[in-house]
């Protein structure tokens, strides 16, 4: 199984970016899929996660009312669209996927991508 993210970069306060993520090697449709971060000197975060099947979002405490995560199973990629971007938002990215969306919500995962660094100065 390989995830592999990207999208990540520098921008602004206030700004957007996209995150995506491609799924391989795995039933992608019917795995849950989410996002994490870490950032610097602070421990692994969950952001966002989309069960499997119909995709009931799950909401990190950082995530509500700015990042939207959406899921396009035809081509195995997860999305992360986050809007209204603060400089404690800076972190490296993860996607995550887990048969179960109960386990990314407690903040583990089976399987892990690689990290985009996001970086948003003030």
């Known amino acids: 199984v390989q995830l592999q993210a990207s999208g990540g970069g520098l921008v602004q306060a206030g700004g957007s970016l996209r995150l995506s993520c491609v799924a391989s090697?795995?039933?992608?449709?019917?795995?849950?899929v989410g996002w994490f971060r870490r950032a610097p000197g602070k421990e692994r975060e969950f952001v966002i996660g989309?069960?499997?099947?119909?995709?009931?979002?799950y909401y990190g405490e950082s995530a509500r009312g700015r990042f939207t995560i959406s899921r396009d199973n035809a081509k195995n990629t997860v999305y992360l669209d986050m809007n209204s971007l603060k400089p404690e938002d800076s972190a490296i990215y993860y996607c995550?996927?887990?048969?179960?969306?109960?386990?990314?919500?407690?903040?583990?995962?089976?399987?892990w991508g690689q990290g985009t660094q996001v970086t948003v100065s003030s």
């Open positions: 090697g795995l039933t992608f449709g019917t795995y849950a």
């Open positions: 995550a996927a887990d048969p179960g969306s109960s386990t990314m919500t407690a903040g583990r995962a089976h399987y």
């Open positions: 989309i069960g499997g099947g119909v995709g009931r979002t």
